[in-house]
């Protein structure tokens, strides 16, 4: 039998966009991503840079177009801009793009462009430095803040910011993040916090704000008019009359994007994820590493996976998560 070019769930939709978490490490611990002491896994148990390869191109012959390399951090793990280069080489994808905290773009953002890397996207959600280091306990501001500047002076397709929204923490800054984004003619979206692992000292239900909420602040000083633009991901678009700048809003809880759902994401463990708000997954680090590993078998798998996407994810703010992993693990 001749393997399918596509994949396709038993819901119809194809799947073309795979996100990769590359490493479970981080060097910030943002308070609704990580608990302070994290501990993290041991070498052996996350995909080799190797085996990452070999799944990336893999996915890629299955008609995958877009691949987003995320983490944990994905520029502190050693060797990530050698991979990129590898996977920004490979025939048939259309678009590498990445998402990172910031931190490490002063020096790798030329590296990034030379390998192909097509869009970033940023982290960042407040402007105000010493906010930034109570919701990232260990980042610093103005670090992230001349990264973007490096970004924007390498010249990629599009950068966007990417902001978490937390009742009484940043709520009150979304029109200056997107003043921001207006005056470095970038892109930015705003995303409701989700249920992701069990992080202390924090209380998700009392942080919540919807991107319904955050559409109304904005309102009062800007212009949105809904566009039809679609990157692909599950951001809501709007543009702002006479500025570069689009505003997207990403919104698991208040808006259900899985209809349209066209993405699988690939844990640092090397668990196939075929939804972020549930469990479903198979093991592609236990077929990589077994002894009678092949291509056809590793493609048969990923084939297979695809009957047991979800249909839909639920997420509750007001109960404890029943999705135990975190994102940093899961690559958000
Ligand atoms: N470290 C990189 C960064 O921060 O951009 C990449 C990984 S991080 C897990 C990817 C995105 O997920 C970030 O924009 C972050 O703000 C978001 N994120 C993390 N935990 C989240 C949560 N519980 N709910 C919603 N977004 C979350
Ligand atoms: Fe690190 Fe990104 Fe999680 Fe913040 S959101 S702790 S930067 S992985």
Do not use: W
Not at 82 to 97: K, N, P, R, T
Not at 156 to 171: G, M, P, S, T
Not at 214 to 234: M, V, W
């Amino acid at each position: 039998m001749k393997t399918p070019k596509k994949l396709i769930d038993r819901f119809g939709r194809t799947v073309d966009y795979l996100r990769i978490s590359i490493t479970d490490r981080c060097d910030f611990r943002c308070v609704y991503c990580m608990a302070e002491d994290m501990t993290f896994l041991p070498r052996h148990q996350i995909l080799s840079l190797e085996e990452i390869f070999i799944l990336a191109k893999t996915f890629v012959e299955l008609g995958v177009k877009k691949i987003r390399i995320t983490g944990g951090e994905p520029l502190i793990r050693k060797g990530a801009l050698d991979l990129l280069m590898q996977i920004g080489a490979l025939e048939g994808l259309h678009e590498l793009v990445l998402t990172t905290n910031g931190s490490q773009l002063i020096t790798a953002a030329p590296i990034l462009k030379a390998a192909n890397v097509k869009r970033l996207n940023i982290s960042l959600d407040t402007l105000d430095a010493a906010k930034f280091k109570e919701l990232t306990r260990t980042g610093d501001l103005q670090t992230v803040l001349n990264g973007i500047d490096v970004a924007k002076k390498v010249g990629f397709e599009r950068i966007k910011l990417n902001a978490v929204i937390l009742k009484n923490r940043n709520h009150n800054e979304v029109c200056d993040l997107v003043q921001f984004a207006i005056d470095k003619e970038i892109d930015i979206s705003f995303i409701e916090e989700m249920p992701l692992g069990v992080v202390e000292k924090h209380n998700r239900a009392e942080a919540y704000y919807s991107s319904d909420e955050i559409r109304a602040d904005l309102e009062n000083r800007f212009a949105l008019k809904k566009s039809t633009d679609n990157t692909g991901g599950p951001s809501d678009y709007f543009s702002i009359p006479n500025t570069k700048t689009r505003v997207g809003f990403i919104s698991p809880h208040s808006h259900n994007f899985c209809s349209t759902c066209n993405r699988v994401r690939l844990t640092v463990e090397g668990r196939l994820l075929l939804c972020l708000g549930n469990e479903h997954s198979i093991d592609l680090k236990a077929i990589l590493r077994s002894s009678d590993m092949n291509s056809k078998n590793l493609k048969q798998a990923i084939i297979e996976s695809m009957e047991i996407k979800p249909e839909k994810h639920e997420f509750n703010v007001n109960e404890q998560p029943i999705i135990l992993r975190y994102m940093n693990m899961t690559g958000g």
